[in-house]
């Protein structure tokens, strides 16, 4: 059987932007029989996410994310509707997932590395599995839940950076759904706050390419910042954190503006900034979603039963095409999308 597939082209370098052509598209082929315990499967959507950057590099830095090979496939987060299965747990029709997905049309998967989903918990949007109803939401909810120490009625102030993005514009509406009682985001264009703040209900939104983000902080969290969950790190961390109360918590879910460059992770704070950690007693703690596995069924069950009641919106950028999703990672590595990104490879 002849499928398409995507492979790591070239590596950007531990210090370079990745590019659409570091992928390269090519055909390949699947055994025509499965054998017992597997599963063959067409794939409906690629999840596309930051933290692919370090796999691009042949050290990812962390002891649970393999680097993907040169010429190899590359996989992550994906979704398909089972055509064959040789495996007790699946039929013919089933839509299943896995965190390692090969990118490609088809795929012969071990049954072991499947979970059957159930569309109705999304009303039939499958894509949010891979978001609001996947790994993005748990790292949200879980995140807030395990490291943002958030208490109903106890008027927190919860700052996102990166809060266009996917993880970003859950956190700000779970914050809220927890117990904040001011939420404020920062994203990189005027779109994406008027969005924030529009449709996900942020109270304020700030453009950190636009004016001192310091001094908007400062005017748009009157009394501090409780709750930082913390996308991007930088100089937009170093400046929240410059906000931050006596006994604040700092989610630490993700540091995109150190992806391109080879520092250890999460990077070290400068030392002024670091001194006012200490002395303010602000936890900075590294979150993996993954050491919460046994949160993670009645987490999902509490994010889709959000989404059903429109509690929580979700932002998707959708791409169509297998050969675009070098494009669509080029994309996300810079900004240029707002939510989720998906790439639809058949319906």
């Not at 025509?32 to 370090?54: E, H, W």
């Not at 830095?61 to 590359?74: C, I, K, M, R, T």
């Not at 569309?119 to 949010?128: A, F, I, K, R």
Request: glycine residues 10%; negative net charge; aromatic residues 6%.
């Amino acid at each position: 059987m002849i499928i398409q597939r995507v492979v790591l082209n070239s590596r950007p370098g531990k210090n370079g932007v990745p590019v659409a052509e570091n992928f390269r598209m090519e055909a390949a082929s699947l055994p025509d029989k499965i054998t017992d315990g597997q599963v063959q499967a067409r794939t409906l959507y690629l999840s596309v996410d930051p933290y692919m950057r370090c796999r691009m590099n042949e050290d990812t830095g962390s002891d649970y994310l393999l680097p993907w090979q040169l010429s190899e496939v590359a996989d992550g987060g994906g979704i398909g509707v089972v055509e064959e299965s040789k495996h007790a747990n699946f039929a013919k029709g089933d839509i299943v997932t896995s965190f390692n997905w090969p990118w490609q049309t088809k795929v012969i998967l071990d049954g072991r590395l499947l979970q059957k989903l159930d569309p109705q918990l999304v009303d039939g949007h499958l894509s949010y599995f891979l978001g609001a109803a996947g790994i993005t939401g748990l790292t949200s909810f879980l995140g807030i839940k395990e490291k943002g120490h958030v208490t109903q009625g106890a008027n927190q102030t919860m700052v996102v950076s990166g809060a266009a993005g996917a993880c970003g514009s859950l956190a700000g509406q779970i914050g809220r759904l927890e117990g904040c009682s001011r939420v404020v985001g920062i994203c990189g264009t005027d779109e994406k706050c008027s969005i924030l703040v529009s449709e996900m209900g942020f109270d304020a939104a700030i453009n950190y390419k636009k004016g001192n983000v310091a001094e908007q902080l400062h005017e748009l969290c009157p009394a501090g910042v409780d709750v930082y969950f913390d996308n991007v790190g930088g100089d937009i961390s170093d400046a929240v954190i410059n906000q931050m109360n006596q006994n604040s918590h700092i989610i630490l879910c993700g540091q995109i503006s150190q992806y391109n460059k080879d520092v250890p992770y999460p990077p070290p704070l400068p030392p002024a900034v670091e001194e006012i950690q200490k002395a303010r007693n602000i936890t900075r703690e590294r979150f993996l979603v993954l050491n919460y596995m046994d949160k993670h069924e009645a987490s999902i069950l509490q994010l889709c039963q959000w989404i059903k009641e429109g509690k929580l919106k979700v932002k998707e950028t959708v791409v169509k095409g297998l050969e675009n999703i070098g494009g669509a990672f080029q994309s996300m590595m810079t900004g240029g999308n707002t939510g989720k990104q998906i790439v639809l490879i058949s319906e």
